[in-house]
């Protein structure tokens, strides 16, 4: 089975002068110059350089079925018998792009199936946030443009996204000044702080001497566009460190400008919610089993229908991240990057083209105001998912094996 890169292709990029879209990480660059000779030396972000180097080595492979090299007919019909057989299948990882997360959406509303991000327990927990109370958020390119305080709520989060502060914070090409913004850093657990600051903003005592709180304060105050960028939060005070940031924004734009700014966690979670939503109304952690879309950001999450048992197979999708699905009970099938080892092998491994390196294709930005586009850079025989999704689809497609 072989794909060819359809349009847009490499050239395209060049004729439109625009950069290249970098796939691997929730920034979704989208500057950057193209590999040359198939080598991705010369790019300047070391996660770009490995996820584009990677990709470029592997440009083919073979399926397996328990560890064994498999015909694409044989995997395909294993696939689709084990989707068949699947009482409540967990389509999960989605670390690929729109065209992945299209493909997944489909599969689970065929085969009655949950839809769970990797990254699912910090959308969740956005996702809650903003369905209980709304909030004032904003854009990359707004925070950038504007923000003249940035507010860290939470762990920086460099590692993931390692061009945030050169694009955030560095940038010298702002609308409105040269200057950087300020910033502090509030650490993991920033829930007090944040708490303090509504306290001493609303007029009322602290219960002990807080001065970080009461500058803090102060800077919010001088500061003409304040924005919180959510980073990494220690689980037990994440849900109501964003509740109580969110609280603080509203507050104080009743006299100043303030706003929140989610930057996404990893590639493909504001791809995966985006289009889950568009479909079916809801989003991450909805199941499709009774033939309607129920969404429940706790009872389905990945993680505990695992733990629990109440998914009985385990469909783990991730185009762009080569990193094997957790060990589990349930038996596997894999919709993986061609680079991708594994300990215990699965059910059924299926190697997907890498999008933006192998085919064309569309990511979202992390903060959901930009779709970027993807460029095949090479040649390869790898299928995209889309196309084994629609044989999948199609039961007269698939020979039984
Ligand atoms: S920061 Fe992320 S999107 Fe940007 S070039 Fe690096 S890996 Fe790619």
Avoid at 66 to 82: I, R, Y
Avoid at 120 to 126: I, N, S
Avoid at 177 to 199: C, F, K, N, S, Y
Avoid at 215 to 229: G, I, K, P, S, T
């Amino acid at each position: 089975m072989s794909t060819t890169p359809e349009s847009p292709v490499r050239s395209a990029a060049h004729d439109a002068g625009t950069g290249f879209g970098c796939p691997f990480c929730a920034l979704a660059c989208d500057d950057l110059s193209p590999p040359a000779d198939n080598r991705a030396h010369g790019m300047d972000c070391e996660r770009a350089r490995a996820g584009f180097t990677l990709a470029l080595e592997h440009t083919e492979a073979t399926p397996r079925l328990a560890g064994v090299a498999a015909t694409w007919d044989d995997a395909v019909a294993a696939a689709h018998t084990l989707l068949r057989n699947a009482r409540l299948p967990l389509f999960h990882g989605l670390l690929g792009d729109l065209g992945d997360a299209r493909s997944a959406w489909s599969l689970a509303a065929r085969f009655g199936g949950v839809v769970d991000h990797r990254d699912g327990d910090a959308m969740a927990r956005a996702l809650g946030v903003y369905q209980d109370s709304g909030w004032i958020t904003t854009s990359l390119g707004e925070a950038r443009n504007r923000a003249d305080l940035i507010v860290w709520v939470g762990e920086p989060i460099h590692d993931a996204l390692p061009r945030l502060r050169e694009r955030l914070f560095e940038c010298r090409q702002r609308l409105h000044t040269d200057a950087a913004p300020e910033v502090v850093e509030l650490g993991a657990r920033p829930r007090e702080r944040i708490d303090h600051v509504r306290t001493l903003h609303g007029g009322r005592p602290l219960p002990h001497d807080d001065p970080d709180a009461t500058q803090l304060l102060e800077q919010l105050r001088n500061a003409r566009y304040a924005v919180f960028l959510i980073g990494r939060l220690a689980d037990d005070e994440a849900d109501m460190a964003l509740r109580t940031a969110g609280e603080l924004v509203r507050e104080l734009n009743e006299h100043q400008r303030a706003a929140l700014l989610l930057t996404g966690q990893g590639p493909g979670d504001v791809s995966t919610q985006l289009c889950g939503a568009w479909r079916n109304g809801f989003g991450l952690r909805t199941s499709l089993a009774r033939g309607y879309p129920e969404q429940d950001i706790k009872r389905f999450a990945a993680r505990r229908l695992l733990d629990d048992g109440e998914a009985d197979l385990l469909v783990w999708i991730s185009s762009l991240d080569a990193t094997p699905p957790p060990q589990t009970r349930q038996p596997q099938l894999v919709f993986g990057h061609p680079a991708m080892r594994f300990d215990h092998e699965p059910a059924v491994y299926l190697p997907v083209a890498v999008p933006g390196v192998h085919r064309a294709g569309f990511i979202h930005r992390g903060d959901a105001m930009r779709l970027v586009t993807l460029f095949a850079v090479t040649a390869s025989t790898l299928p995209d998912l889309a196309a084994l999704c629609a044989r999948l689809l199609d039961d007269e497609a698939v020979t039984p094996c």
